[in-house]
């Protein structure tokens, strides 16, 4: 059986300090899991090579490590001595404050080229409001460190629509993130997923969130970045040219990834599936089996779907004649009277054999991909 060529991995460590006010993320604090945490390394380079006789990772491209809050991970530079080499990104996720010039030298000189830095603020009072155990000063000090220690390729997020935030507010916090001069800016607006702490104080009315601010934050937010040179290359990513994240180019034009570790998900052509949680997932592996907990098989209908919502995303687009190659169907046709209506209300438009969403669409993205479901 010919093995299928994995484009990306994602690797997940699912440690953090403590939990953050609005995080429904699989993550665990650090305290409350050592013995998970000791086996955690080996149990990962198992997994990978369990997948090792279905799949090619010879072609592999990107690699990203996230979390969690990888930079705590006490055994991360072993990890990463154990990974394939990516032909072409290798990008680790930290959060200001859990970093120290020595690892980040460390990791730079195995390979991994790309540090993004979950910065969130620059607000001490909302870094402390949201949970997040560092301030403004911690958030400078890291990237500093990172540039440094040798990283050219520095990533940060942030987020807005947060609770009381106002746009003043929100211009200063894109002001204090243009200084630091990285190339790559993330900036996502805030979501309130239910059991979080936020979502529960906005609940009893202790909290509100303004959905409508959160849309001209966003506009803003283009307007700002671009001002300073950042080309909007995807709905909440902002670069400089030559900057954009590879790994999630990859994920967006629908390539295959394997993801690997606790609750990490996977997409190989047709075939998703998602792994399992705490120590059902060690269990699994040391028992010599694959660690999932849910997989589907797509159908054709459904990865077209999937394929429009995820590429229109981006500024490029979706190549026309590229949809047509894949699926064997006309999109233009397939969809005509969706396209034709999202056209007229200026939300779609057709440029250069390319579909893309227009600026006027950029805030009611998802209600466009609905409409190829
Ligand atoms: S650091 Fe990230 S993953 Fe960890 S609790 Fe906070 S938001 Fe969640």
């Given amino acids: 059986m010919k093995k299928k060529a994995i484009q990306s991995l994602y690797v997940h460590i699912p440690f953090c300090i403590q939990k953050c006010n609005y995080c429904d993320f699989v993550s665990y604090p650090l305290k409350d899991c050592n013995e998970l945490c000791a ?3 080996p149990l990962l380079v198992k997994e990978l090579v369990l997948y090792d006789r279905e799949y ?3 072609r592999l491209k990107t690699i990203y490590i996230g979390g969690g809050t990888p930079t705590i991970y006490p055994d991360l530079l072993s990890l990463i001595y154990y990974l394939p080499q990516p032909k072409s990104e290798f990008t680790v996720e930290a959060n200001p404050g859990t970093v120290s010039y020595d690892q980040l030298r460390d990791m730079r000189q195995m390979g991994v080229n790309r540090i993004s830095f979950g910065v969130q603020s620059f607000n001490d009072a909302r870094l402390g409001q949201m949970g997040r155990l560092y301030c403004r000063k911690d958030v400078k000090d890291a990237v500093y460190m990172a540039k440094e220690a040798g990283f050219e390729n520095i990533s940060i997020d942030m987020m807005y629509g947060l609770p009381g935030q106002t746009s003043e507010e929100w211009e200063d ?4 993130a243009i200084a630091l001069k990285v190339p790559h800016i993330s900036a996502y607006a805030l979501t309130l997923a239910s059991g979080t702490p936020w979502s529960e104080a ?6 509100s ?6 849309g001209d934050m966003l506009m803003h937010t283009r307007q700002q970045l671009k001002n300073a040179g950042y080309n909007q290359y995807e709905i909440s990513n902002f670069s400089f040219p030559g900057y954009e994240c590879e790994h999630n180019i990859n994920y967006w034009k629908r390539a295959n990834y394997l993801g690997i570790g606790i609750n990490a998900s996977s997409c190989i052509d047709d075939y998703r599936f998602t792994n399992l949680q705490g120590r059902e997932y060690a269990d699994a592996i040391n028992e010599g089996h694959k660690p999932v907990a849910s997989s589907e098989l797509l159908t054709v209908r459904e990865m077209i779907s999937e394929t429009i919502f995820l590429i229109l995303r981006t500024d490029r687009g979706l190549n026309l004649r590229e949809f047509k190659a894949q699926f064997g169907v006309d999109i233009m046709e397939m969809f005509s009277s969706e396209i034709i209506r999202l056209k007229a209300l200026g939300l779609l438009i057709e440029h250069n054999g390319y579909l893309q969403l227009t600026e006027k669409a950029l805030p009611v993205a998802n209600q466009v ?5």
């Fill in 369 to 373: 991909f609905c409409r190829f479901v």
């Fill in 56 to 58: 090619d990772f010879s």
């Fill in 202 to 207: 906005v609940r009893r009315g202790e909290l």
């Fill in 173 to 176: 916090e894109l002001e204090q």
């Fill in 209 to 214: 969130v303004n959905d409508d601010l959160a």
């Fill in 39 to 41: 086996e955690y390394g």
